[in-house]
């Protein structure tokens, strides 16, 4: 029984210890795990998703807390991770652009200053904290109005944690609504 608004340009923060629900909920908005009972409306009309691929459709996307097993493909190339969740919504032929894509993801790596030799490494060989950077990579490449960030700065150092805290008021100063999770108060707080 919850009931919570997060507008344009603003970052809702929840916080909780592990298994009060916070991450199963929005799990639940962005189709990864059923959703049994109430309604969530988007830009004033109701919606209803059993998927994620209906959430990216929608403008949702989800960074999870766990990357490794649900945001990426570590022995795929980094360029791989961040195309993969638009390949549905950006390839309008049966050929793929390459080129649109690689330009794409260099761009997004640079906004992200993601520190890696090429984009077509493995997402294996980054740190955790530029492994966290190709995970906000792919889901900004699909241009969302609502980013849930669960547990964003799990396993980063210091440095990542202050660049991605930054990047979240980047997002939410461009119109787009976050939603941050995190076990720790004072990081919601902040």
């Given at each position: 029984?919850?009931?919570?608004?997060?507008?344009?340009?603003?970052?809702?923060?929840?916080?909780?210890?592990?298994?009060?629900?916070?991450?199963?909920?929005?799990?639940?908005?962005?189709?990864?795990?059923?959703?049994?009972?109430?309604?969530?409306?988007?830009?004033g009309?109701?919606?209803k998703?059993?998927k994620?691929?209906?959430?990216?459709?929608?403008?949702?996307?989800?960074?999870?807390?766990?990357?490794?097993?649900?945001?990426?493909?570590?022995?795929?190339?980094?360029?791989?991770?961040m195309?993969?969740p638009t390949?549905?919504?950006?390839?309008?032929?049966?050929?793929?652009?390459?080129?649109k894509?690689?330009?794409?993801?260099?761009?997004?790596?640079?906004?992200?200053?993601?520190?890696?030799?090429?984009?077509?490494?493995?997402?294996?060989?980054?740190?955790?904290?530029?492994?966290?950077?190709v995970?906000?990579?792919?889901?900004?490449?699909?241009?969302?109005?609502?980013?849930?960030?669960?547990?964003?700065?799990?396993g980063v150092?210091?440095?990542?944690?202050?660049?991605?805290?930054?990047?979240?008021?980047?997002?939410?100063?461009?119109?787009?609504?976050?939603?941050?999770?995190?076990?720790?108060?004072?990081?919601?707080?902040?």
């Amino acid at each position: 029984n919850i009931t919570f608004e997060v507008k344009r340009g603003e970052i809702l923060g929840i916080s909780g210890l592990v298994g009060s629900g916070r991450s199963e909920t929005m799990r639940g908005i962005f189709g990864m795990d059923p959703i049994t009972s109430g309604k969530m409306y988007l830009d004033g009309e109701e919606i209803k998703i059993k998927k994620p691929s209906q959430a990216i459709k929608h403008g949702i996307c989800m960074v999870n807390e766990d990357r490794k097993n649900y945001g990426l493909a570590l022995h795929r190339s980094i360029r791989e991770n961040m195309a993969l969740p638009t390949l549905p919504i950006k390839q309008k032929a049966p050929l793929l652009n390459k080129r649109k894509e690689e330009k794409d993801c260099q761009d997004m790596g640079k906004m992200l200053t993601l520190k890696a030799a090429s984009i077509d490494h493995d997402a294996f060989s980054l740190s955790g904290g530029n492994q966290q950077k190709v995970v906000l990579a792919k889901w900004l490449l699909a241009d969302p109005k609502v980013l849930i960030l669960d547990e964003p700065t799990r396993g980063v150092d210091v440095g990542a944690k202050s660049e991605i805290h930054s990047l979240m008021c980047e997002f939410a100063a461009k119109g787009m609504a976050v939603i941050m999770i995190s076990s720790e108060l004072p990081e919601v707080m902040g």
